[in-house]
């Protein structure tokens, strides 16, 4: 290799000068030997020094994922990658296609490097079960699927295997937790890992009885509530809530229905425990939000109450044309 020979003294200065004009060959290391550095250069270099020596070629780093891919992947296949990250804590969720299966340990390989995670899974069914558990199939990294996710200021333990979790509602748990008025009695009917009322309890003081039919996830609630200082309080339940809330004996001032699959058929239950002039919000897959509204309008009709909706917004995508919607109504007593 060609490289500039000067003094140890000098090295850095004309390593600045010889980088700044182009000259330096940025694919191998500097050597420093005795009294003397050798800078790998592209051509002779007036005013110096021109001598061959063995040099150690640089790591090549790729500075992104679709590095990583670029030679396995489209540029299409890549991006649509991209968007497929779920980064719970230290482990990362993968969505490949079934046309880039055969491709998948790449990919998990490419995935690791570029996250820097503990481990990288992929999704092998959809949510599923009264558990709502998915099949997951370790892909790199070490396969140990319990970790801790870091959420405003809130610690939240869960085995990713066991129990449901998403990340992408991070913004929705925040705007629910800054809707909350200190001194809330609230029920969240579909707790899992306690991600909503772990970061209301994290921030404001209030109760919260949560109630959640995985055995799995309570366990990991109340690891959950002791990792967290909270300033609220949790009281949980583990088992199916229709049953469950039959040993309450007082009205909710709001009910968190996050099961957007079959929380309508649950409004019932909600409509009896909620009390007068308290929020129900109330979460559904579909294509808009009329849908929801007439559900809790029906459901607050059949016990002689009214619904206001106070707010409707599309919580994130689902499917193409559908999405996770959030419905939130205030209950008036006729």
């Known amino acids: 290799m060609k490289c500039v020979k000067v003094p140890l003294k000098q090295l850095n200065d ?9 000259l330096m060959n940025m694919e191998y290391r500097i050597k420093a030997e005795d009294e003397f ?16 020596m063995h040099l150690e070629a640089m790591k090549k780093v790729p500075h992104n994922f679709s590095e990583l891919l670029e030679d396995e992947l ?6 649509n990658l991209r968007t497929s990250f779920d980064t719970i804590g230290d ?21 690791l490097k570029f996250t820097k995670r503990k481990a990288i899974y992929m999704k092998k069914s959809a949510v599923k079960g009264t558990t709502r558990v998915r099949d997951l199939e370790f892909l790199a990294g070490e396969d140990d699927s319990v970790t801790i996710h870091k959420e405003h200021g809130a610690r939240l333990k869960l085995d990713v295997r066991e129990v449901y979790f998403s990340p992408r509602l991070a913004t929705e748990r925040k705007r629910v937790m800054e809707s909350v ?15 909503f009322p772990i970061v209301i309890a994290k921030n404001k003081n ?16 109340n690891e959950n509530i ?12 583990c088992g199916d809530v229709r049953e469950v809330s039959k040993s309450f004996n007082s009205k909710f001032d709001r009910i968190i229905m996050n099961l957007p699959g079959l929380a309508y058929t649950f409004l019932d239950v909600a409509f009896d425990l909620i009390g007068d002039g308290g929020i ?21 009709n059949a016990v002689g109450k009214k619904v206001e909706i106070i707010n409707c917004r599309k919580v994130k995508s689902t499917s193409p044309g559908e999405w996770h919607v959030a419905i939130d109504g205030k209950i008036i007593y006729d």
């Open 14 to 22: 004309i390593r600045i000068e010889l980088m700044e004009k182009g």
């Open 37 to 52: 550095g050798y800078i790998p250069v592209n051509a002779n270099v007036e005013g110096y020094e021109i001598v061959c």
């Open 74 to 79: 489209t540029d299409e296949e890549i991006e």
């Open 91 to 111: 482990i990362v969720i993968l969505e490949i296609p079934d046309d880039l299966e055969d491709k998948k340990f790449k990919i998990g390989d490419a995935a």
């Open 181 to 195: 008025n200190d001194g809330e009695k609230i029920l969240d009917m579909f707790c899992g890992i306690g991600p």
């Open 206 to 221: 209030v109760e919260i009885t949560s109630v959640d039919i995985n055995e799995e996830a309570i366990k990991y609630l």
């Open 226 to 237: 002791k990792l967290n200082k909270l300033k609220g309080s949790i009281e949980t339940y």
């Open 280 to 300: 129900i919000n109330y979460y559904e897959f579909s294509d808009s939000y009329e849908q929801g509204i007439k559900r809790l309008e029906s459901a607050a």
